[in-house]
Every structure is written in C-alpha cells, then in structure tokens.
C-alpha cells in the first residue's frame, strides 16, 4: 500500500502498528475471497466464522468449497482463520460477509446479520471502520447494524466509530470477473466513513469504487442488480414456455436479438433460478417496500414464473416419455447436476432439489450424479447413473455433461433428454434419434 493511503485507513486508530489489519466475519463464498485478496495486498488478516469445522479446514490450509484460484492462494496465505471474536480488537477495518436467507415465507432472515454484529459490538473500538457487504434491505445498516453496535460497544456512529455498506458482487467459478477486478459501490454513515472505506475497497480491486450518497443508496443497489436479471430471466422463461406450444426454437430467437448492437441484453431460459442472490435478494425488496405500503407487482410476478420453472421441466419429461410410449410414473430417470450452475460445489436454492423432489413424488425412481456434490450424488460416475434410464435431465451445465456424445447416452440405453440448462448440442442429439427437449427448444 501507498504510504499515504496507509495513513488515511489509519487515521483515528489507537493501533500503534504499522500495517492495517483487517478482520473479516463470514468466511462463505464472499467472505473467503475477500480475506485472500486482501492478505495479498499486504493487510494483515484475521478472518472469523462460527462453523467450527470450516476454521479447521482453513487452519490447515484446505478449502471449504470447490474453489480452484482460491485454493491456491489459500496455500499461501498469511491470513489467521480462527472463532474468536475477541480478535477484532486487533482490526481497524472489520468487513462483514455472513450469509442473508429468507424464512419458508421469503421474509428476510437477518439472524446472521444480528448475531453478527452483536459479536463484534464488544470488541469495536474507537477510529474502527465497519464494512457490510452481506446484501440486505435499503434501510438494514441503519436500523439494524448501527444500532446493535452501538448498543454494544457503547460508542456513537459517526463520531466513535464508522459504518459502509459495500455490496459483494461475488460470482462463483467465472475467472474473468472476480473480486479482484469487478467495480464496487459503497455508501456510508457519514463523510469520513465513506473516503476511508472507498480507499480500502481501491487498494484491493483493480476496478472502480463508486461513492454513493448514502447507505441505503448502496444497499438499493445489490438488489436493484439481482433484480434485474431475475425479471429479464423471468422473461425469457416465459416466452420460453410460450414458444414451446408455438413450435419456435427460443435460443435461437435471443441469439438473433443478441445481434442487435444495442438496447438488448441476453438473457436464456432454464428449469430454474438458483443460488443465493437472484431467487434471494429479489424479496428483500418485495418485503421491505410491503411494510411500508408498496407491492411489487413486477417484481413478484418474475419471482412466481421462476419459481414455476421446475414443475415446466416435469411436464416436459413427462410428456417426452409419453411420445415413447412410457408413464413418468414407474419409470427410471437420472438426474445430472445439483449445483444451481455449471462447475461449483454451490447448490443452494437449486431447482435440482425441486426437480428431484417433484419427478420422486410422481412415482418416479431418480438417480442423481454431481461431480461437485458427491454427498447428493446416487451414483459414482456419469457411466452409473445413465445406464438403463429411461430418460435423462441435464439440470445443471457442468463442462463434464455438456461434451457427453449422443452415441454416449445411446450406448447406455438412453434415447430420451431433457436438456434444463438448454446446454447440449440439439441438433445433433435429434439427428442420432434420440428424443431432446430443451427449456423453449
């Protein structure tokens, strides 16, 4: 680090030391590459998590999840991985990266959140800088977060102490774009807060720190992003669903509306929306406008069609099975892929789970097989879980399942697929006589 910029992140610390340092709380798939990147750029790090068995993994230096870059600077680092809250009173920048669910009825769990900042509330000291990137609710930082930090350390925000919002933008498995170069926006409590947390955030990342006017500004925008792409995934879905009554190939479509150089973004359907953000971050939103005499009409009308994306995959095994002459009840079926995308380990909010769940509860027999995930996996190998199926879903695009050959499927007995992730090659499965239905194809 520069040492002016070292100056600034230290201004207002009683650290007598020379290097800043750093503790992260939440070591998941966002916390993690936050405490590695900024160990390599030279912080001292201490990261924090309550799950026991994760901080002895990470203490010897072995990942928690499927992470191959992370892994090897996991090998290198000279970060400290530990459950002890008390070490926050060794940071001067404490950066919070715990997980943000819903309940069963999509309000948001704050409880992370909550036991969170009520863990390091004791240990804040005066000139420390708080960091929130867990995604939560415009208004979440001021009248959750500050509040239990300040109740617990007994010191003023804005005065004692300071609070940012920076939202994560972690997506998991893409090289390209990845915590140390994706643009990132932070809000803040007040002036001094703001220009020391986006010093931080531009000594770590080789993109840009855009300073928002507030911290409910900040907060807006995670869920304004995941929003986005939940409606425009919604729309696709939709048509999808449409143009497979129409007979129109509906890839084919989008990849010819993507060859409009402008005001067009593609975006594909697929038997579901997974992960933690966008089937997540949407009812942050829902929720929070409802309590204060808003509903989302747009918002939660995506929300239901995704959510209806797995029962539109069911049909379509079902009725593929019905054009061969066979029942989905009473039949055998393997499922590929459990991960709610194609080469991670990450399978919450999969529509894997729903698929599997609702193909067993129409009489069904199911095996399943995820590299990534072998503690759902049926079967020891792809040759296993085919052999002798009466059809096949593609549910997850793993580069593992995309290269497999219809001669591959045929010689295990397969004639019938049903591509999810719309990520085999169609032609050349109906030209080797096998029955493909993809999402809209």
Known sequence: MKPALNDLLLQKSPSATDKVTVAVVGLGYVGLPVALLASEKGYGVVGIDIDTAKISLLKKREMPFSEQVLSDKLKITKAEFTEDFAKIR????????????????????????????????????KGDLVILESTVNPGVSETVVLTLLEEGSGLTCGKDFHLAHCPERINPGDSQWHVGNINRVVGASDKDGLDRAALFYESLIAGTVMKMGSLK????????ENSFRDINIAFVNEL????????????RVIDGAATKPFAFMAHYPGCGVGGHCIPVDPYYLIEHAKKNGFYHDFLSLARRIND?????????VSDALNENQKSLKGSSLAVLGVAYKGDIDDHRESPSHKIIKLLKSKGATVDVFDPYIPKFSTKSSVSDTLQGKDAVVVATAHRAFKVLSPEFFKEHGVHIVIDGRNCIDKASFEAAGITYRGIGR
Do not use: H, W
């Open 217 to 224: 500004e900040a907060e807006a925008v995670k869920v304004v």
């Open 90 to 125: 060794d940071a001067s920048i404490i950066v919070v990266c715990v997980p943000t669910p819903v309940y069963e009825d999509y309000t948001p769990n704050l409880e992370p959140i909550i036991g969170a900042t009520r863990s390091i509330a004791p240990y804040l000291k």
């Open 308 to 316: 209806q994306m797995p029962e539109f995959l069911v049909q379509a």
């Open 240 to 251: 999808a669903r449409s143009f497979s009554i129409l007979g129109i190939d509906t890839v």
